[in-house]
């Protein structure tokens, strides 16, 4: 049976272990679980679309994706949204609805326990 490698994007690879790390320590499942779906292979990743953003989420609401953000659909609700990576086209949408997106590292500084985030996966 070949061997698992992994990702060989190093950024990803220090996010993982320092979430598992931090999880553990802090006995937070809310790191553990975006740690495991991150270390998922990439086409086994989240690919999210603003339309299910638009439907799922309430305004003022902060979200965490643990993948790829996509800008397919409108989005009208001030959300603030924490993701792996996004396009372009993405970005642009959620800045024009008065959004704002961050990286999952500064949610995690701001939120270790992630009171209030929502998963969309």
Do not use: W, Y
Request: with cysteine; proline share 3%.
């Amino acid at each position: 049976m070949p061997q698992r490698t992994g990702s060989s994007n190093t950024n990803l690879q220090a996010l993982i272990a320092g979430m598992r790390s931090s999880g553990h320590k802090e006995g937070s499942n809310f790191l553990l679980k975006i740690a495991d779906e991150l270390a998922k292979p990439s086409r086994g990743r989240a690919n999210v679309n603003l339309s299910r953003i638009e439907k799922s989420c309430s305004a003022k609401e902060e979200v965490i994706i643990p993948g790829k953000l996509l800008a397919d659909g409108i989005l009208t609700k001030q959300v603030t949204v924490a993701c792996f990576s996004s396009s372009e086209a993405a970005r642009k949408k959620i800045e024009s609805a008065g959004g704002k997106i961050i990286s999952i590292e500064q949610l995690i500084e701001k939120n270790p326990k992630g009171t209030g985030v929502r998963i969309i996966c």
